[in-house]
Nanobody, 122 residues
Framework: QVQLTESGGGLVQAGGSLRLACAAS????????MGWFRQAPGKEREFVAA????????YYTNSMKGRFTISRDNAKNAVYLQMNSLKPEDTAVYYC???????????????WGQGTQVTVSS
């Protein structure tokens, strides 16, 4: 079992930055790929970024590549999402997820956090 708790969301102006954190409980954190997804009102859950178990490989949705950076610290059981140059269209609830694989499909992730709201004002 893995429990995930996101933090770091909030209100920011366009062009600003936020750093999301996801704290994980359980001994299997380092054996799982981690991902960030987001969901805006009325829209489907959207893949943002993923990172392999070791942190050696990362994967991003094209629209976020260069603006967002995913990282992890297995010693702290944590994964992070640094978001720069934020746009109003980045407004959504952001979720972290733990999975057995490494990919962009929500179906590949077994555990989900409750989400943290990010609001970007224009």
């Amino acid at each position: 079992q893995v429990q995930l708790t996101e933090s770091g969301g909030g209100l920011v102006q366009a062009g600003g930055s936020l750093r999301l954190a996801c704290a994980a409980s359980g001994r299997t954190f380092s054996s799982r790929a981690m991902g960030w997804f987001r969901q805006a009102p009325g829209k489907e859950r959207e893949f943002v970024a993923a990172i392999t178990r070791s942190g050696g490989n990362t994967y991003y949705t094209n629209s976020m590549k260069g603006r967002f950076t995913i990282s992890r610290d297995n010693a702290k059981n944590a994964v992070y999402l640094q978001m720069n140059s934020l746009k109003p269209e980045d407004t959504a609830v952001y979720y972290c997820a733990a999975g057995g694989g490494f990919g962009s499909s929500p179906a590949g992730y077994d555990y989900w956090g409750q989400g943290t709201q990010v609001t970007v004002s224009s």
